[in-house]
């Protein structure tokens, strides 16, 4: 990885944020909210959030075409607002 670039948000990164994980299957469009507690306790807490993908099964096919992302749905509430104090954000 470049030297400019960030490191990508590990999973212990995500649960900081205080969102959970938002799994899509590609393949006939199933959708899940996957607690981000239980990628951590598969995958551990130091694993980048991009390698998730490779790592998600669709409990309604078994399709391996899952994309993951953060739920980022939960933070709707917060426009206009102030995020919380521990987060570090720049807007």
Not at 18 to 31: E, Q, S
Not at 38 to 59: K, T
Not at 61 to 72: E, F, P, Q, T
């Amino acid at each position: 990885m470049p030297d400019d670039l960030p490191e990508p948000p590990t999973l212990a990164d995500v649960r900081s944020y205080g969102v959970d994980v938002f799994c899509w299957c590609n393949r006939f469009c199933h959708h899940a909210v996957l607690p981000v507690a239980v990628r951590i306790a598969h995958c551990g807490p130091g694993l980048p959030f991009p390698a998730v993908h490779g790592r998600l099964r669709c409990q309604a096919c078994g399709s391996k075409d899952v994309h993951a992302r953060l739920n980022w749905k939960v933070w709707a509430w917060w426009r206009g607002r102030a995020p919380p104090k521990d987060l570090d954000r720049q807007d």
